[in-house]
């Protein structure tokens, strides 16, 4: 058993010595302290890896994958880091994490064909400001943690927010990818696939690059990624809704959907409301005005903007138990106008028009920092998801709040709380997000993505793995649930069912594809479940 061990050490050490003479020995992290915070996301942790890789360039991701594969070690993909499906965790010691930050070159604008590609590294936030310049843009262009999250990361996830109510998700704006497999071997998809053409259409053929949205970093790494541009609507409105129930919330939330005119939109619970949303301390309340007034369209707009949110003040925040807030955007004002009546007349049946505050401040600074990523108290954050047909919202939302209920004595005995979050992606589906709360201690995570001085305004707790245990068995009924109201998910990472239930030739498909791009399966084995 020594011996074995010992073996597999200097194995371990020699990939190691091999990646550091390959992309350079500042980049290839074994360090612990290193290790671990690469290895957690926002809710857990899993394996530690044998070493934390930063490839710079395609050519440094073929060869990292080149060392990984001849010495039978499996390759992790890591984007942004802000997730919670255990994606990029990695399910075996013997494997490297690979950081795709340094990966963060805007490689080409190309305005007269209408597209750009970047390395998987670039932040939604930094491609969008780069665009914004040139008058262009994705059509979705992000999430809202888009100061972190990136691009590859999306891409193997899937994600949704900005640009969604009219574009759908990520995967909807993508046209080519340029993707490392095992072994070092790279495939083009869409029209970068012909070698006379460029990466400016998706649609020849079979959808490859289809293939590797939402994949979870299974079938390969991305190392390069095209996307369609679109003319920057520079006209954007915004109104928000208050309803008495969920309900009536979901029921003007789908009728807006069904318009078709909404670029995004958001509904929350009224604990979501009054809490994160509620609790800025006056130096994030001048902030808010400052990027509002920065972006109106001119001072007397910008005033007039701060004006109204000063009279709405926060009574809006309590009026209704739920609220929906949207945005549109036109190529004119009278375009944008028309759109958003078209959205108060889907709403007005079922709720009432309240103070616009919330996504008028989204529209000036819609790239929002991590915060949220402890509880407005300082609590531990984990949220879940599920996309939904519109039909059967309600019926989720029943079931879900008899579950709540089934576990209130305990949950208030360990100090968890729920909320939730809300939207709807294109003209036919409803994302419904539920999100725990719990009293516990800080983790690497924490610390690292959030600044110190917003640490020291929060209350610390100690640990509480009663808690923590019992927000995994929730959420666990709650996955469950999901499966049987038929929802399907985005960021797929390595909890979710993606392979419970389905079809069997589909499964059987899925398979053969893993098989044949990967064959060792050493592409973040456990990703999507296979």
Request: aromatic residues 10%.
């Amino acid at each position: 058993m020594v011996a074995n061990e010992s073996q597999a050490s200097d194995s371990q050490a020699d990939v190691v010595n091999k990646l550091a003479n390959a992309i350079g020995r500042d980049y290839v992290l074994t360090a612990d302290e290193e290790r671990n915070f690469y290895a957690m996301d926002v809710y857990s942790q899993r394996e530690l890896p044998i070493a934390v890789v930063q490839p710079g360039s395609l050519s440094d991701a073929v060869e990292v994958s080149r060392i990984a594969a001849a010495a039978g070690v499996a390759l992790v993909p890591r984007g942004g880091g802000a997730s919670y499906t255990d994606a990029y965790l990695p399910d075996t010691a013997n494997s490297l994490l690979v950081d795709t930050s340094r990966m963060n070159r805007i490689l080409e604008i190309n305005e007269e064909d209408m597209y750009v590609t970047v390395e998987p590294g670039v932040t939604w936030a930094e491609m969008t400001a780069a665009l914004k310049e040139k008058g262009l843009r994705t059509p979705f262009w992000g999430p809202f943690s888009g100061i972190a999250a990136t691009i590859g990361g999306s891409m193997a996830q899937n994600s949704v927010s900005l640009g969604s109510g009219l574009y759908g998700i990520s995967a909807d704006s993508v046209l080519c990818f340029e993707v490392v497999l095992p072994g070092g071997k790279i495939l083009r998809t869409g029209s970068a696939a012909v070698e006379t053409s460029t990466p400016f259409f998706r649609g020849y053929g079979p959808d490859l690059t289809g293939l590797f949205t939402g994949d979870a970093g299974v079938l390969g790494l991305k190392a390069r990624i095209t996307l369609r541009l679109i003319k920057n609507p520079t006209f954007k409105v915004s109104c928000s809704f208050g309803f008495d129930s969920f309900d009536q919330m979901a029921a003007g939330a789908a009728e807006a959907a069904r318009a078709g005119v909404c670029s995004d939109n958001f509904g929350l619970d009224p604990k979501l409301q009054q809490g994160q949303l509620g609790s800025q301390d006056m130096s994030a309340k001048i902030e808010v005005a400052k990027a509002v007034y920065a972006a109106s369209r001119n001072p007397i707009d910008g005033l007039w903007k701060l004006i109204k949110m000063a009279v709405a003040g926060e009574r809006f925040l309590k009026a209704f138990p739920y609220a929906m807030h949207f945005n549109v955007e036109g190529y004119s004002k009278a375009e944008a106008a028309s759109k958003l009546e078209l959205v108060r007349i889907a709403c007005a049946p079922h709720g009432h028009e309240i103070a616009n505050t919330i996504p008028t401040v989204l529209m000036a600074n819609p790239f929002i920092p991590l915060y949220p990523v402890l509880g407005p108290r300082g609590q531990r954050w984990v949220p879940q998801h599920g996309i939904l047909p519109f039909s059967r919202l309600t019926t989720f939302h029943a079931r879900l709040h008899e579950l709540y209920a089934e576990y209130e004595e305990r949950m208030h005995q360990h100090k968890v709380e729920y909320a939730a979050m809300y939207t709807s992606i294109s003209t036919n589906g409803f994302l419904y997000e539920p999100v725990f709360y719990w009293e516990d201690d800080r983790t690497a995570f924490h610390k690292r993505y959030l600044p110190q001085e917003y640490l020291d305004m929060l209350p610390e707790y100690e640990a509480n793995p009663e808690g923590r245990a019992l927000v995994k068995e929730m959420k666990g009924r709650i996955i469950d649930l999901f499966h049987e109201c038929g929802a399907i998910h985005m960021q797929i990472g390595k909890s979710y069912p993606y392979m419970r239930g389905r079809e069997k030739h589909a499964a059987a498909l899925i398979g053969a594809i893993k098989k044949q791009v990967d064959p060792k399966g050493l592409m973040n084995p456990g990703g999507l479940g296979i």
